[in-house]
């Protein structure tokens, strides 16, 4: 991984390309990260970077807390992220990472926490498909069937897939590109919807699996 930045979504629009060509984008608020902390193979077995995203007061601190912080004598920060980069050594304490950090095209993997649905059933948890709802069906049109087993062994199978919380997990979209970077006001737009609700908080790295052109 080359490069890394923490942001916030913002929400969706769209854009126009050169050939007047409607692109839906989504809008995230990348930074400015401050370098919290910065990890070496010698003291710690890896080289890597610590990020921080968004101001955080000092009352909603514990002494840990602000421990790290006065160490590297930098701003308490609300979002903390690591980032293992190829090449930490132009990276220091103190560093501020904007969003110019991307350049249009470049191809990007965004993670972040998908929109929590509450307790969900097999049709909108696992796209079951519905019974017939024809005479003698009753208001059962929805329900996931039977999933136990005769008498052997005469229990249901772990994994299989039922009625369940759905939502509300680290969520990773593989390969967006980046359609446009306003490094003044440090937003990034992104072809594609990314993970989460508005105003959720998103991680964009180099993209691991590029597509040949």
Known sequence: MQKGIIGKKIGMTQIFDAKGNVIPV??????PCAVTQKKT???DGY????????????????????????????????TLREFRLDDTSALKVGDIVKADTFAEGDRVDV????KGKGWAGVVK??????????HGTGPVARMGGSTGCCSDPSRVFP?????????????TVLNLT?????????LIAIKGAVPGPNGGT???????????A
């Open 26 to 31: 989504t809008v995230i608020e990348a930074g």
């Open 41 to 43: 193979v010698e003291n």
């Open 178 to 186: 980046v359609a446009k970077v306003d490094a003044e006001n440090n």
């Open 47 to 78: 080289d890597s970077v610590q990020l921080g995203f968004g101001e955080l007061k000092t009352c909603r601190m514990n002494k840990p807390m602000k421990g790290h912080f006065d160490k590297g004598d930098v701003a308490p920060k609300k």
């Open 159 to 171: 994994g299989k897939k039922r009625s369940g919380h759905l939502g509300a997990v680290t969520t």
């Open 125 to 134: 948890r696992w796209n079951f498909g519905r019974l017939k709802e024809s």
């Open 202 to 212: 998103v991680c964009i790295r180099d993209s691991v699996k590029v597509k040949k």
């Open 111 to 114: 993670q972040g926490t998908s």
